[in-house]
């Protein structure tokens, strides 16, 4: 579950990627680790140009090495949010609110502090 809030942390970081392309990621991949074995044409088909070229920028497809780098960023995220007292919780987290889960736009993560 870690590596899910770290991967979901450090995608929800990526300026110019918003919620609803992560979530069609989420669904076209089937897991937060299958978004980087997916192709550039995959992603711009699945989100289109724009935010296809600010994911392809950060995240390589298929390529073990940079996705553990990006795991590593996600990880560190998450340190830096829990030394201010700040938890991430993912859409994927069984901590994750229900009700959240059935509005129309639910947020892929929430932060929590306290």
Known sequence: ?????????????????????????????????????????????????????AIRALIGSGDTQYYHKCLERGTALLKRYESEGIRCISCRSGEFPQRLRKIPDPPFCIYVKG
Request: proline share 2%; charged share 25%.
């Open 1 to 53: 579950m870690h590596e899910e809030n770290a991967l979901a942390a450090y995608l929800a970081s990526i300026n110019g990627v918003g919620r609803r392309s992560l979530y069609k990621l989420l669904n076209e991949s089937g897991s937060l680790k299958g978004i980087f074995d997916m192709s550039k044409e995959e992603i711009v088909s699945c989100v289109g140009l724009k935010p296809a070229q």
